[in-house]
């Protein structure tokens, strides 16, 4: 069973950083495309990170990039997301997914997700 697992959101003033978190497990999450998806109120789940199987290359959307950084700890098996110069449109839910090959619905960057954690708030006060 595979299970997804943030930590790491919480409320920070403008122009402060975050590390989110996500335990893996029942997967690998080296040998599958992972990424961070996040929602706004009122708004869709945005897609704006990914990192790929294997040597683990990133993409990012325009709206993060430059300020946020994800990576992978392989003998942890855990993803990071590391998010620096926050503005109050960066407030959301944050979401890690992972690549289903099989079933996932969602595509982003070339993979399919289809597994999801249960969402860390993250709230960046103006």
């Known amino acids: 069973q595979v299970q997804l697992v943030e930590s790491g959101g919480g409320s920070v003033p403008a122009g402060g950083s975050l590390r989110l978190s996500c335990a893996v497990s029942?997967?690998?999450?080296?040998?599958?495309?992972m990424g961070w998806f996040r929602q706004a109120p009122g708004k869709g789940r945005e897609p704006f990170a990914r990192?790929?199987?294997?040597?683990?290359?990133?993409l990012y959307a325009d709206s993060v990039k430059g300020r946020f950084t994800i990576s992978r700890d392989n003998a942890k098996n855990t993803l990071y997301l590391q998010m620096n110069s926050l503005n109050a449109e960066d407030t959301a839910m944050y979401y890690c997914?992972?690549?289903?090959?099989?079933?996932?619905?969602?595509?982003?960057?070339?993979?399919?997700?289809?597994?999801w954690g249960q969402g860390t708030q993250v709230t960046v006060s103006s």
């Open positions: 997914a992972a690549e289903d090959s099989k079933h996932g619905r969602i595509w982003y960057a070339g993979c399919a997700f289809g597994y």
């Open positions: 029942g997967y690998t999450a080296s040998s599958n495309c």
């Open positions: 990192i790929s199987s294997g040597a683990g290359s990133t």
